[in-house]
């Protein structure tokens, strides 16, 4: 499989993970953090992860979309290290202070290198590779 195969796979599975979080946080917020063993938060609690959820679900629109034309739409993917290095060092941050367990952050703490490692390791670095892309399909 060629690298243009593994970025649309990268930016599937991705964008499944937002679908995921967006769906969690905006219907469920409160089964969510049950779920992930943290206390009950105040109701603006969870209006800020309904606001969250509308975000996940905006950008995992943008990774479907990037999966269809990665040289195109390029800026999501750019987009999307920006906000997965965020995630990863915000959890670095409340897991030294105390704020959350490794227990409750499950996948937080590993998923978004593997996401950031994948994504530019794939991604689109020039025209002919575009081209490469297109002649394949």
């Known amino acids: 499989m060629n690298r243009s ?3 649309q796979i ?3 599975v991705v964008g499944i993970a937002q679908v995921f979080f967006g769906a969690a946080f905006t219907f469920a917020p409160a089964q969510f953090s049950a779920l992930l063993g943290l206390p009950a938060a105040p109701q603006w609690a969870y209006w800020l992860f ?3 959820g509308a975000r996940a679900f905006a950008f995992a629109f ?3 979309l990037a999966a269809r034309d990665p040289l195109k739409h390029s ?3 750019v987009a999307m290290i920006g906000v997965q290095a965020i995630d990863w060092l915000g959890t670095l941050y409340y897991l030294a202070n105390g704020g959350v367990t490794l227990s409750q952050v499950s996948s937080a703490p590993f ?3 593997i996401f950031i490692g994948l994504l530019i390791a794939f991604y689109p670095r020039s025209s002919g590779q575009a081209a490469q892309a297109v002649v394949q399909k």
Do not use: A
Request: charge should be positive; proline fraction near 6%.
């Open 5 to 7: 195969r593994w970025l």
């Open 10 to 12: 990268t930016l599937i």
């Open 50 to 52: 309904s606001m969250f």
């Open 62 to 64: 943008g990774m479907f």
């Open 75 to 77: 800026r999501w993917i």
């Open 111 to 113: 998923l978004p290198v």
